[in-house]
């Protein structure tokens, strides 16, 4: 019946109708008068009238338009007053017409049995097309007999995407109960049902539930290898972003099980409500998420400077779906830019009148900028300095720079790189009067762009293995909602020159999350103690200059903030006369293109670095395998970088 189309399944539905509803007051008489040949006369046109007064009735109620695979309440009801109506009429009749010797007492038993014939028919149908287009879904049981899990099972019900069991509720009064259609088991039923049943996967159907319960539940599935996903949340479903059958990977948040705190939005309006706010990198992980949080922060105006046209073409769109959504007047500009050119990056700020900067933009790899030492240093330090100094020049209230963990006690390139950043910005402050220069430092952040979580998700799916570069080897992390949230809360606490650190929690070893990505993807883990599991764990070694540990703090020096996971870093800073002649040493090293000579430079004005082995740049070790006579066959940079323009000495400054 699947393959009919509508028009002729509609044609079954009518001639069923016909058939069903005239034998239904047919065994009705037969009842009432005991004989199956009812000795009521008159009774031929009773059968007629009783298609005549039900099945335009349900013509009229859409029961024949409606798809027999999405019959739900509306269709019930169709039938209720269908068949209701009609035996009201019938009644009239037969007290009207002194022909009909009908007794009314049949009345109410056909009444029942059409309504059992139109309704059950119908319901046959639709378990029967369920059924054909469950075959070869997934079984799975939803987590959560709530109303977010009755409504994912009818939903799922319909769509044939999977093959919904059972509910699993810890709510022990539901145990035993059947709740649309499917029973209701405690969680510890459930390797039973793994067993006996074939469940594969688990929906969790909890949107309202704090992080840490559903981290809970989630622990307590991981040990079964069952394949766990979950239904959008609470916001989302409300929000009309998503439907609640759009079932999705875990949140990466949920892996952390750390709720997070509840924002001061005396703190988030304080840079944002009513200014004019800018966000370099709009387009990367970070600078896409303190975009839509600022949207809704209802900033005069934000401007979206991105160099990537991809990357400026996604946030944009993403952003004017954003507001037509969630209903919100706030405005935005994108502008593809580089802020390496620093006169037209004050072109910006002047025409716009910028009073916040979120300055996301960066190189962000450990590994490739180990492998582009020179350019790692003109992105990460240069173009830091030259957002920040046009900033200075045209009096914006508020620079907040994105930094990193792997800014303290740095090994690589990159994290000494963001370390000098961070010096640049505490020594424009004791020059800058109007504006307010800060830094936020934080770790890792779950499902960005080159996180581990979409990695391993990855490798996971071409069923592995998951490479893991050391098995003891851990990283602090956080989510990208939460991290964009602290920032805008830290700009605002700033002073100027301060650098402010975010409470990651505890870290977490990555084996151990590799570990549970590939379980709560469905499958089992192959090592020593189950060499026949599916996935297996690959070690391949610590990459060039990359840390077992990560640290937030350089020193012990801290102190709390009006917000009780941010903290304000005590550390030391470059006088500014000495930083700008290093940055003016520096930039004639990159103009010669000598490699050598800009990370002596680098080690000798970031105290804390500890670079590990050899310099790593592709391009240094491809001219010095060329030889030194092949010198003049490489493009020199010397005339193509931005030189550096000293600020005037103030009076007072270092």
Avoid at 271 to 286: D, E, L, N, W
Avoid at 287 to 316: D, H, V
Avoid at 456 to 469: D, K, L, N, S, Y
Avoid at 481 to 503: H, N, R, Y
Wanted: hydrophobic share 45%; proline share 5%.
């Amino acid at each position: 019946m699947g393959s009919l189309s509508r028009r002729k399944k509609r044609l079954i539905m009518l001639a069923a109708d016909g058939l069903g509803i005239p034998l239904a007051l047919w065994i009705a008489l037969s009842l009432v008068s005991g004989a199956l040949q009812p000795p009521f006369s008159g009774v031929e046109w009773l059968y007629l009238a009783s298609l005549l007064t039900s099945v335009p009735i349900f013509f009229r109620m859409g029961l024949y338009r409606a798809a027999l695979r999405y019959l739900g309440h509306k269709a019930v009801l169709a039938v209720l007053t269908g068949v209701t109506v009609s035996v009201a009429l019938l009644a009239m009749l037969t007290l009207v017409s002194p022909r009909l010797s009908v007794p009314l007492t049949a009345l109410p038993i056909y009444w029942a049995f059409a309504l059992l014939y139109v309704g059950g028919t119908r319901y046959v149908a639709r378990s029967l097309l369920n059924r054909r287009a469950h075959s070869g879904a997934p079984r799975v049981v939803i987590y959560g007999a709530g109303e977010a899990g009755q409504l994912l099972a009818a939903a799922l019900s319909q769509s044939g995407r999977y093959q919904p069991i059972g509910f699993i509720d810890d709510n022990a009064a539901l145990h035993g109960s059947i709740v649309h259609g499917l029973e209701v088991f405690a969680r510890a039923v459930l390797p039973k049902l793994v067993n006996n049943e074939g469940v594969n996967a688990v929906l969790l159907a909890l949107p309202s539930l704090t992080r840490q319960r559903r981290q809970e539940i989630i622990k307590a599935i991981e040990p079964l290898c069952l394949m766990v996903q979950t239904v959008p949340d609470h916001s989302d479903i409300v929000s009309g972003t998503a439907m609640i059958d759009d079932v999705r990977d875990v949140h990466p948040g949920d892996l952390l099980g750390r709720d997070p705190v509840p924002p001061n939005h005396q703190l988030l309006d304080a840079c944002i409500r009513g200014k004019v706010v800018m966000v370099t990198g709009a387009g990367g992980s970070i600078g896409a998420e303190l975009c839509r949080q600022i949207l809704r922060l209802e900033p005069a105006q934000l401007l979206l400077f991105e160099i990537s046209e991809l990357a400026l073409y996604n946030i944009e769109r993403e952003l004017k779906a954003q507001l037509a959504v969630e209903n919100l007047s706030a405005s935005f500009v994108g502008l593809l830019g580089n802020v390496h050119q620093r006169e037209r990056f004050k072109d910006v700020l002047e025409l716009y009148s910028v009073h916040t900067i979120y300055h996301a933009a960066a190189y962000k790899h450990v590994p490739i900028v180990q492998q582009n030492v020179l350019e790692g240093i003109h992105n990460n330090i240069f173009g830091t300095w030259n957002a920040a100094a046009a900033a200075l020049d045209t009096g914006v209230e508020t620079f907040v720079l994105i930094s990193t963990d792997k800014a303290v006690n740095p090994t690589s390139v990159m994290g000494a790189t963001k370390r000098f950043a961070e010096l640049v910005l505490q020594g424009l402050q004791t020059r800058a009067p109007h504006t307010r220069f800060c830094v936020v430092r934080f770790g890792n952040v779950l499902g960005s762009s080159g996180s581990v979580v979409p990695l391993f998700r990855e490798q996971i799916a071409r069923g592995g293995p998951v490479t893991v570069t050391h098995p003891d080897v851990m990283r602090y992390f956080m989510t990208i909602p939460e991290a964009a949230q602290l920032v805008l809360q830290a700009g605002s606490m700033g002073k100027g020159g301060d650098v402010f650190v975010l409470d990651m929690g505890k870290p977490v070893r990555i084996a151990d999350l590799a570990r549970r990505l590939i379980k709560l993807m469905g499958f089992t883990v192959r090592d020593e103690e189950n060499p026949h599991g599916e996935i297996a764990i690959e070690y391949i070694g610590l990459r060039p200059a990359e840390k077992l540990f990560e640290e937030l703090l350089i020193g012990s020096n801290v102190t709390g903030t009006e917000h009780s996971m941010i903290m304000r870093a005590m550390e030391h800073s470059v006088p500014w006369q000495q930083l700008e002649q290093v940055l003016d040493d520096l930039s004639s090293a990159l103009g010669r293109f000598d490699c050598e000579q800009a990370h002596a430079l680098l080690v000798q004005t970031v105290a804390e670095y500890r670079p590990t082995g050899e310099i790593h740049d592709r391009i240094w070790g491809r001219r010095a395998a060329l030889g030194r006579g092949a010198v003049a066959n490489i493009t020199s940079l010397e005339n193509r970088r931005p030189r550096v323009t000293k600020l005037p000495h103030s009076p007072t400054g270092q």
